[in-house]
């Protein structure tokens, strides 16, 4: 699609938010496709290679894809209604804003959720999760991001084989390697609109055999939700697969398309899975090291914990959002607000992910970095 593309993006303000993120001409462009039947075959064939795709971002060889109109926020009702049942429990592991949204819904749909919460910009320490599954029998285990996921994964095995491990990746798909199947995780659910580089309105979630035989053959009470649930959508994915077509609800027949244009540019592109990660690992080292040099400080308390599509950067002293933020959209940066609970008016938050970070002739992350320079200086001269 690249080379028959000659459609360009009108001049914009530069999005770097944690998504919606920037998308490229191509994914633009064929989010305009003409409307199509959602029954057709030409249809069919795009939304099976999508399937495809996403599996392989994961780096997995038969877990089941689903992908659903909605937010990522519908990856939290499709597991809590599919994969836990009223009364069971739930250990979610709190290292920030998203866990409590994660532990609400888990309780929306009758579970019992604990919660093991970390320090502010810091991860939830292996010994408090294997001393938390130690205490009781948990259903599944969620993690928000990747950065800890491995070793959840691996105390999650040693300690309570039998939870589900479940990784809420809406900010770390395709910025990060998630290695689902060696890893042993059970669920991943992510979005569009963020390492994924498609517009907002599709929800992502990819699920281990194992998730499923859950679903098919261990639960003993009909799944909490109509729309969320997987015996409705597993056949309609696995008919697509096939390249057919089948009904239970309207997909978004175009975002469709337009994911498909970015997973191709994600997987089938001339920059590899793998250098995708790097790229996306030095964007965040760069827009780090420029804070830091600022004299700034990062709300993750090491690199070891800290995302590589996103920066997390508290305000200096003296400053506010009112004397940083409109400053950088003056400027055409559009950075976001702070979201985590205890510190939400301290911190900003600079997203660097898809074409931003890998797409390094489109300067993007000089843009921020210059941007930064000149807004702090002309902030503290305003102090002064």
């Given amino acids: 699609m690249s080379q028959e593309c000659k459609f360009v993006q009108e001049p914009h303000k530069l999005l770097v938010i944690p998504g919606p993120i920037e998308v490229t001409d191509e994914v633009l462009y064929a989010n305009a496709h003409p409307s199509m039947s959602h029954m057709s075959a030409d249809f069919a064939y795009v939304f099976g290679n999508c399937l495809r795709m996403t599996r392989d971002i994961l780096y997995s060889a038969n877990a089941q ?32 804003y998203f866990a409590d949204g994660f532990a609400d819904c888990l309780r929306t749909y009758g579970a019992n959720v604990d919660q093991v919460k970390a320090e502010v910009g810091d991860a939830v320490k292996e010994s408090d ?4 599954l130690k205490s009781k029998t ?16 691996e105390v999650a095995r040693r300690v309570s084989p039998d939870t589900l491990i479940v990784v ?16 042993g995780i059970d669920v991943v659910l992510t979005a569009s609109q963020k390492g994924l580089g498609t517009p907002p309105g599709l929800s992502i979630l990819v699920a281990s055999q194992r998730a499923i035989k859950v679903v098919y053959e261990n639960r003993k009470t009909p799944i909490t939700s109509y729309y969320a649930s997987w015996k409705k959508w597993l056949p309609i994915m696995n008919a697509y697969e096939r390249n057919g077509a089948a009904y239970f609800a309207t997909p978004p027949v175009n975002l469709i398309y337009a994911y498909h244009a970015s997973l191709q540019q994600i997987v089938q592109g001339p920059v590899s899975l793998e250098d995708r990660f790097k790229a996306h690992k030095e964007a965040s080292r760069r827009v780090k090291h420029a804070a830091a040099a600022l004299g700034l400080r990062c709300v993750p308390l090491g690199e070891d914990v800290s ?15 009112s004397d940083i933020i409109p400053r950088l959209l003056r400027k055409d940066i559009v950075v976001a607000g702070g979201l985590h609970a205890s510190i939400k008016d301290k911190y900003f938050r600079v997203g660097h992910m898809g074409a931003t970070a890998v797409d390094t002739k489109r300067g993007d992350v000089d843009r921020v970095i210059n941007a930064l320079n000149e807004t702090l200086a002309e902030a503290k001269a305003s102090k002064a």
């Fill in 138 to 153: 948990y259903k599944i285990v969620t993690v928000t991001h990747v950065d800890t996921s491995t070793g959840v994964a």
């Fill in 307 to 321: 995302a590589n599509g996103m920066t997390a950067i508290y305000f200096p002293d003296g400053l506010t959002a």
């Fill in 129 to 132: 999760i294997e001393t938390a």
């Fill in 65 to 96: 894809p689903f992908l659903i109109a909605g937010s990522g926020t519908l990856g939290w009702d499709q597991v809590s209604s599919n994969l836990v049942e009223p009364g069971e429990n739930a250990l979610v592991l709190h290292s920030g």
């Fill in 168 to 183: 809420d990746g809406v900010c770390s798909v395709a910025s990060e390697e998630i290695r689902m199947d060696d890893w």
